[in-house]
Nanobody, 124 residues
Framework: QVQLVESGGGLVQAGGSLRLSCAAS????????MAWFRQVPGKEREFVGG????????SYGDSVKGRFTISRDNPKKTVYLQMNSLKPEDTAVYYC?????????????????WGRGTQVTVSS
């Protein structure tokens, strides 16, 4: 049974930082590209960033480029999202996703597994 469990969300002031973690189990982690998405009520789930399965190439959504960094630790089966210079518009539920692919894809439909999400709230 595949599980992706996010942690590290919370309340932070604008300009602050948070580090999200996503621990995976039940899958061969090194065979999956990993990504973070976020969603606010009434809007579609938005691609935040992704990382390839072996070389660790990364890609980011335009709204977070230069502020967020995604990384992974294959032996620990964990992917991270370091979020700096947070803005109120970054407030959302953040989801971890896994895709058994060699590249990073930006669409929700490409991903095989999802976590339940962790809330990030940025106050102004």
């Amino acid at each position: 049974q595949v599980q992706l469990v996010e942690s590290g969300g919370g309340l932070v002031q604008a300009g602050g930082s948070l580090r999200l973690s996503c621990a995976a189990s039940g899958l061969t982690f090194s065979l999956y590209a990993m990504a973070w998405f976020r969603q606010v009520p009434g809007k579609e789930r938005e691609f935040v960033g992704g990382i390839t399965r072996s070389l660790g190439r990364t890609s980011y959504g335009d709204s977070v480029k230069g502020r967020f960094t995604i990384s992974r630790d294959n032996p620990k089966k964990t992917v991270y999202l370091q979020m700096n210079s947070l803005k109120p518009e970054d407030t959302a539920v953040y989801y971890c996703a896994a895709d058994q692919a060699s590249d990073i894809y930006y669409h929700v439909a490409n991903y095989d597994y999802w976590g339940r999400g962790t809330q990030v709230t940025v106050s102004s």
